[in-house]
């Protein structure tokens, strides 16, 4: 069910890129349900997933239509298009991410590189085939991070200022997924409360699955109920050490 849904993403994505203008990609149609902007593109490519969806009769937690209840004792979390902003400015970084959810629990995931075709998944219980960098302390530490705002530019600068390298790629999907891969030891959101679960589901299986440690800085636990205001500042490590090392820069 998630490979059917993500090919149909890949194909609605596809077949967009290849007739929509860039003014097209990056025209808003209103807010979606966590409250934020549509795109266009969120809508185009969504469409097509949640026809997948309604054929196998689960339950739904979208990014952009928000919670469909079908009495089901299944849902999948979805985000279309995590990186909209991205793929609107012609930008190749963007991803598809699905995660199965039972009972409160992540079962499977599935997330999917739109501009590569590249593919990451993970069952729970099951080891991933990818493994993180398994560093333990910050120091040195290679990291992606959400880019700073005022709320939060202290943290930003406490972590940027104790590792060898920073990035910002605009898809936090995408850059938890080089935390499952190891080319990065860490990705977060330091302290900004910007992660929504539909952010979080599916890349924190597939981080836990290759070894690594998920998190959110302030201690919350995950919800997978039908409220996309709730959010995070989700912090994903190659090990438990360095993510506690993380918070402590974020909430010192």
């Not at 809508?43 to 739904?60: Q, Y």
């Amino acid at each position: 069910m998630l490979t059917e849904a993500a090919d149909a993403a890949l194909r609605a994505y596809g077949n967009a890129l290849a007739t929509m203008s860039a003014e097209d990609r990056r025209s808003t149609v209103g807010p979606g349900a966590d409250g934020t902007e549509t795109y266009l593109l969120d809508e185009v490519v969504e469409a097509p997933v949640l026809d997948v969806l309604e054929h196998h009769g689960v339950n739904v937690l979208s990014e952009e239509i928000g919670w469909i209840d079908r009495a089901s004792s299944v849902t999948v979390v979805i985000d279309p298009v995590d990186g909209t902003a991205n793929a609107a400015a012609g930008v190749p970084l963007s991803a598809f991410a699905g995660a199965l959810v039972v009972d409160e629990v992540v079962r499977e995931a599935l997330v999917v590189w739109l501009d590569t075709g590249r593919r990451w998944s993970a069952v729970a219980g099951e080891p991933a085939g990818s493994i993180v960098s398994g560093r333990t302390g910050l120091d040195g530490a290679s990291l992606s991070m959400l880019r700073p705002r005022p709320e939060n530019r202290d943290a930003w600068m406490r972590i940027a200022d104790r590792t060898s390298r920073i990035r910002v790629l605009g898809s936090s999907v995408l850059e938890a997924m080089l935390v499952a891969d190891g080319a990065v030891d860490a990705f977060c959101d330091p302290g900004g409360d910007v992660h929504r679960i539909v952010d979080i589901a599916a890349a924190a299986l597939v981080v836990e699955s290759a070894g690594g440690c998920v998190v959110d800085a302030y201690g919350r636990p995950f919800s997978f109920g039908p409220d996309l205001s709730l959010r995070w500042s989700g912090v994903f490590a190659a090990s438990a050490s360095l993510a506690d090392e993380i918070v402590t820069a974020i909430t010192s």
